[in-house]
């Protein structure tokens, strides 16, 4: 039912919910509150605290009065009593007030409390006559979002009538409510926008929430498929590699490459995230395993995001593979066709690129291992599309996010996680500082000192232009920058700049033909410059935890102590918190897991980036226990008895979470 239907949303309401994604009943009844406001306690007026937002239960017995103030403004003040105690309730501009009080009808006020000439003072309240269904005082109050010049007041009638009018069609299979001690949908629908107490809304939580991690848990197990059969690899011996290195590896690397080796003999077709801390030596993993696989004579396929990286990857698997003959195949080669005809006869076994790997055009002899480096920067298809170039392929993804199990029992549900938890030796730590604005001049001395003593420099704006918020941009910075050290070569870098442009760029500043590096964040992926040893962040409020130590880990990769030196002028509690965390703690696992609890599910590192559909209600921190069970129902939910309604319903929102997910 169309929302126009409702009484009180004419053809404007409805173009201003429209706009926010409310076109029906059922998409108002499912824009579950984003909070909540516990009324249900009535304060007295001689308990009333200064700075607190209170509600209170008054008899009217005097009328409210308008009056004029300086600048013309309308002020309506309303004075209550209550056991000899006085309160004077005001508002500005709503002169019509003057004749909504009636003198002895019983109303409901909440609002902030303020002293003003020793005079205590209730400033414009919400307000509500008293009445048993009152939606709006005398219990948990939902606050929703809601467009400009819609009240809350009002949009929780309107939710209310569209609860009252609505027909709710049940998702879940019954032998569910039973196994998992769930809610009945009507039940929860209506007591998560208006429970009666802090139980029912738990209860009603706790069922939607595993309705929503259920049907997502049926997608993704989907999507992956069953485990099948893969190339068993019976050689492994690494001897021959690791005599190759300079270096030795440490225990936590062996620990992951016992887990590669460990899958590649069994048969099975690999399917592993190895995880590691900004510079722990995951690609040298993954050298090992591509000399694994091609010394028995498979191909290996390492798909990278950008062209810097793959090139950066090609240099380094040349360095210890060259006798499987490593090629490059990406956007900017040139004779592409001799490149797919070598890949086709299988006279390389070894090939690194860009989603270029996955044209139609490339055609696999022998691939058995493919290799996706920061898998987050690809869409699921294009990360299936290379998998199809073989039949039942390993699989092995690196990421240097530092994603916290919670969040990667729901990314990655069935594969298995490997994680390096150690740098190697001699990796000097980066000292971080947390500065103000005021500190920006002395920051410009210290760019010039580093620059002149021949060391490169990172600084990462927020924005690309201008904006009305207080927000350093990247042109405006450059432009600064330029003019103030007219002897230093600065370059920026966006992502409204063309592919080409900005890989031409990160070349030049890895090949040292420039100093400073303005940028916005298209820099956080693993481009190597070891003679990058100061990294400056504007505005870092503006990242979360996981992304200031991603942008951080782009110094320290040389010999030379390096800095990173976040600024911010703001003050709040949450930002406090984090800046401490990043001075204090290196570790991206412990400030991942952090990230998560002080910004909730959200958009954490880009999460919509690894292929999931947004969620409606659950919370990847909160929820890990609803998420465990909502696994084990999904995964034995098809030996379960079911009803031919409850398969098509199941099947039906698969299907469209699926098609969610695809088209990412």
């Known amino acids: 039912m169309d929302i126009s239907n409702i009484k009180g949303i004419g053809k404007q309401r409805a173009a201003a919910l429209q706009n926010i994604g409310i076109f029906t009943v059922d998409n108002m009844i499912n824009a579950f509150p984003k909070y909540y406001n516990d009324r249900s306690k009535i304060s007295t007026l001689d308990k009333l605290e200064i700075g607190t937002i209170q ?85 948990i109050v939902p606050v929703y979002n809601t467009p400009k010049k819609i009240s809350q007041k009002m949009y929780r009638k309107w939710v209310k009538s569209a609860l009252d009018n609505a027909t709710l069609h049940d998702k879940l299979p ?31 939580r706790q069922r939607l929430v595993f309705e929503e991690l259920f049907f997502m848990q049926l997608a993704l197990q989907n999507l992956r498929g069953d485990t099948a059969e893969g190339v068993k690899i019976t050689d492994v011996e690494t001897l021959p590699i690791l005599q190759k290195l300079p270096f030795t590896i440490t225990k936590a690397q062996q620990t992951v490459l016992d887990d590669i080796i460990h899958d590649l003999q069994s048969g099975f077709a690999m399917n592993r995230l190895i995880q590691g801390d900004v510079g722990s030596g995951k690609t040298i993993v993954a050298v090992i395993a591509a000399y694994l696989v091609a010394k028995s004579g498979y191909q290996v396929a390492i798909m990278a995001p950008t062209e810097v990286l793959a090139q950066q990857h090609f240099s380094y698997f040349s360095q210890y593979l060259s006798q499987f003959s490593p090629l490059l195949l990406i956007g900017s080669v040139k004779d592409k066709k001799t490149v797919y005809k070598k890949i086709a006869e299988n006279a390389t076994q070894i090939i690194i690129g860009t989603h270029a790997i996955i044209q139609k055009y490339v055609s696999f002899a022998k691939l058995a291992l493919v290799i996706t480096d920061e898998q987050h920067r690809f869409g699921v298809m294009q990360r299936t599309d290379l998998i199809k170039k073989a039949e039942n392929p390993h699989k092995m993804i690196m990421t240097a996010t530092p994603i916290p199990r919670t969040l990667g029992l729901i990314l990655y549900g069935d594969m298995n996680i490997s994680i390096i938890n150690q740098l190697p030796p001699g990796r000097q730590t980066i000292i971080t500082n947390c500065v103000n604005s005021s500190y920006r001049q002395r920051l410009t001395a210290f760019v010039e000192k580093q620059a002149q003593q021949g060391q490169q420099i990172y ?12 927000l350093q941009s990247v042109l405006e910075y450059t432009a600064n920058l330029q003019r103030q050290l007219p002897n230093i070569a600065v370059a920026c870098l966006h992502g409204k ?49 996981a992304q200031l130590h991603q942008l951080r880990g782009r110094v320290g990769r040389g010999t030379q102590q390096s800095h990173c030196v976040l600024v911010t002028d703001n003050k709040s509690e949450t930002t406090t918190q984090r800046m401490k965390a990043m001075k204090t703690t290196t570790d991206g696992f412990k ?6 609890q002080l910004r909730g599910h959200g958009d954490f590192f880009g999460t919509q980036q690894h292929g999931l559909p947004k969620l409606n209600i659950a919370n990847f921190y909160k929820d890990i226990e ?39």
């Open 55 to 139: 509600t209170i239960k008054a008899t009217i017995t005097e009328p409210a009065k308008n009056s004029t103030v300086a600048g013309g403004k309308v002020l309506t003040k309303l004075l209550v009593t209550q056991n000899q105690k006085k309160l004077e309730i005001v508002w500005f501009g709503r002169s019509y007030l003057q004749w909504i009080f009636k003198i002895g009808s019983t109303h409901y006020f909440t609002g902030r409390i303020i002293a003003k000439f020793g005079t205590l003072q209730m400033e414009s309240p919400e307000y509500e006559e008293e009445d048993a269904q009152s939606l709006s005082v005398g219990r």
């Open 174 to 204: 019954k032998i569910l409510y039973e196994k998992f001690n769930l809610a009945a949908l009507k039940t929860a629908i209506e007591n998560i926008h208006f429970p009666q107490n802090e139980q029912q809304l738990q209860t009603a």
């Open 459 to 470: 600084i990462i704006c927020p924005t690309i232009e201008e904006s009305e918020l207080e």
């Open 497 to 545: 700049m063309k592919n080409s442009v900005k890989e031409e760029i990160m070349q030049a500043f890895k090949q040292n033909k420039f100093s400073v590096l303005v940028a916005t964040t298209v820099i956080e992926v693993g481009v190597d410059v070891p003679n990058a040893t100061l990294i400056i962040i504007e505005n870092a409020e503006r990242f979360g935890l």
């Open 591 to 596: 400030l991942s897991e952090l990230d998560l």
């Open 626 to 664: 609803i998420l465990k069970e909502a696994q084990k129902a999904a995964s034995t939910i098809s030996q379960t008895q079911l009803t031919p309604q409850e398969q098509s319903t199941i099947q039906q929102e698969t299907s469209k979470i699926l098609q969610n997910i695809l088209t990412m």
